[in-house]
């Protein structure tokens, strides 16, 4: 039995029952400040409320990195390699700097290989409403999207080129490493689907190798899953659901040994989710993994969904609808918002950020600041850290595949009231949360173009503008970054909309509202 400190952890010096997370959270994108504007470095480091506002700090790393194409690769460099000087890791009593861990001997783990029972060729639909879309009801909707505001017209691009394109579905020839092969928004249903080689790493736990197993076995693909012990091919998949697994947090170098002995090349997804300052860890072992594989076996490509609830540079041209958004409210919705932002001393319905920033490059950008204080500093942080490793491998060479994915209606988002709520409440905003199910047969379409199409912003051969543009790319924000409000103070009006739209017929008083 592994003991509390053992695996991945926070750094804990002073040795107290709960390591400090927000003081490491801050010394990190501190660190990674200095490297570009040290009055706010100086600033971060001095702040006694992380928690609160931390979000200002987040937005001046995306402010400073507008401004010259080179500040976004010095500052990943910086923040991840303090991250990576910073993290622990625990094995045997002995202690170890995340940046050394694959040093450490690692006990092998063995692979069991199963393939799928359906001889049906891939094929690509989405869900929506009841529906499975495809051929011009698909391309209508996505059209849809496109116009309301809730995709990025690259997105949509990347869509119809995917729905144009149904031979790319056929991933016989790609080799995918899931870590967190099971999570609730990742691609494993359509993988399945799509004769992919799938390698699936998750924690070894009956329930979650049940739900792997079960969905690789209806569909026709390859699964290659880690095990402790040596298993016989003809295993049954009771006695494997209780066998399977490696954990991300405690097998890091395993893990990376594991994933070195595969022939081929892979394609590596991080799209595993814990909540809390476990998310900053996990985020942080397959950092330390990807980056491993990545330097010793060439054509390894990355994939990352970004949240829609972050902060970003954004085009000029997403600024200037969330200006026009602002100016054309009607009369009612002018009144309502201006009197209820008097009565919170301007913390409900603060305008949204409409100034553009000048870059080196000649271009303006704007920022999309979307932060949304109640899910913390540790969230903020874990996608940061991703978001850095993508801008900086692709600088280096690598394809990546990172792109913003819409709010989504997962367990681990409506578990928290005000989310849920939130969610409800989002349409008066005109933004829209997607079901699990539509969101995974998008993102699992976009990964796919980016592996496939040679014109995708995930190829280092396609020339970006900015650096920051990958993250630009193929947004699906579900309208957030066009809302006519900073986001956050817009979010619990809408959560007061969405408690009471579950008791009150309030789409007619909305729809009354938005004519006057």
């Known amino acids: 039995m592994s003991s509390s400190i053992d695996g991945l952890q926070f750094p804990n010096p002073a040795q107290k029952h709960k390591p400090s997370t927000s003081k490491t959270g801050r010394e990190i994108i501190a660190e990674a400040l200095a490297s570009v504007d040290h009055s706010a470095s100086l600033q971060a480091t001095a702040e006694k409320n992380w928690r609160k506002q931390y979000p200002r700090y987040f937005k001046a790393l995306v402010e400073q990195g507008i401004q010259n194409a080179g500040k976004p690769i010095q500052i990943a460099e910086a923040g991840l390699n303090k991250a990576h000087h910073t993290f622990e890791f625990f094995r045997n009593g002995e202690k170890h700097l995340l940046k050394n861990v694959m040093q450490l001997d690692a006990q092998p783990l063995h692979t069991i290989k199963l393939k799928g029972e359906s001889t049906e060729a891939p094929e690509w639909h989405v869900p929506y409403h009841g529906q499975k879309l495809r051929g011009d009801a698909l391309l209508a909707q996505i059209q849809k999207w496109q116009d309301a505001g809730i995709v990025e017209p690259s997105h949509a691009d990347a869509l119809r080129e995917a729905a144009a394109h149904p031979e790319w579905f056929d991933l016989s020839d790609r080799t995918m490493v899931l870590f967190g092969a099971a999570s609730e928004a990742g691609p494993l249903t359509w993988l399945s689907k799509w004769k992919a080689n799938i390698v699936a790493v998750d924690l070894p736990n009956s329930r979650v190798w049940g739900r792997i197993l079960d969905t690789v076995r209806k569909g026709n693909a390859t699964l290659y899953a880690p095990s402790a012990e040596a298993l016989a091919a003809d295993t049954p998949a009771a006695v494997l659901k209780e066998k399977l697994g490696a954990n991300l947090l405690t097998q890091i170098p395993e893990i990376a040994q594991w ?23 996990v985020s942080m072992a397959m950092d330390a993994i990807m980056q491993h594989v ?70 303006n950008y704007g920022i999309a600041d979307c932060l949304v204080v109640e899910q913390g500093p540790n969230y903020a942080l874990a996608k940061r850290i991703q978001q ?69 912003a995930a190829n280092p051969e396609v020339e970006l503008a900015h650096p920051l543009e990958l993250m630009m790319k193929g947004a699906n924000h579900g309208g957030l970054w066009r809302v006519a409000y900073l986001a956050r103070t817009a979010l619990p009006f809408a ?11 309030l789409d007619k008083v909305l729809g009354k509202l938005k004519k006057r």
Request: charged share 20%; with cysteine.
């Open 294 to 363: 990545s330097a010793h076996k060439a054509g390894t490509s990355l994939m990352y969904m970004c949240t829609p609830t972050d902060v970003y540079a954004v085009p000029a041209e997403v600024i200037e609808a969330s200006t026009d958004k602002f100016a054309q409210r009607s009369k009612a919705q002018q009144l309502i918002s201006t009197g209820i932002s008097a009565l919170s001393r301007q913390n409900l319905f603060r305008k949204n950020l409409h100034g553009l920033i000048a870059s080196d490059n000649g271009q």
């Open 495 to 505: 959560a007061v909309y969405g408690f009471a739209a579950e008791k009150l017929p």
């Open 259 to 281: 994933l070195l002995q595969n022939p081929d090349q892979l394609d590596l997804a991080a799209i595993a989710y814990l909540d809390g300052e476990k998310h900053v860890r």
């Open 388 to 456: 850095w490793r993508a801008t900086l491998a692709r600088h280096q060479g690598q394809r990546v595949s990172i792109n913003i994915a819409p709010s989504t209606t997962t367990h681990s988002v409506t578990k928290n009231p005000l989310l849920k709520a939130a969610f409800n409440g989002a349409s008066l905003f005109d933004v829209e949360a997607f079901k699990p199910e539509t969101t995974n047969a998008i993102m699992a379409a976009l990964w796919v173009h980016d592996l496939r199409s040679p014109k995708s």
